[in-house]
């Protein structure tokens, strides 16, 4: 669950993140690989993830494997719209 919850949570700050970074493509320069790559590539698991995968699929327990790996890709993506939309309306509403 560790994972799961770090690697949503990575998916989420990092639709946010680029949707404000994105929206001034200019002057933020180096702040998004810093940001991005750097802070959030390190915050997100994804290693982690593909080594709990293997194991479960080691033991055995490839159903759960696979269910693992689609929750987190659907979660993953989910989060990423929720943080992009989140970003745009109170941009629009700054803005405004």
Known sequence: WATFMINTS???ALGAVLSVLLSHPGRLGYLRPLVCVGFLGAWTTMSTFALETDLLVKHGRVATAVVY???TVVAGLSATWIGISSAR???DKVVA
């Open 10 to 12: 990575g998916a989420l």
């Open 69 to 71: 790996v689609v929750a």
């Open 89 to 91: 309306r109170i941009r």
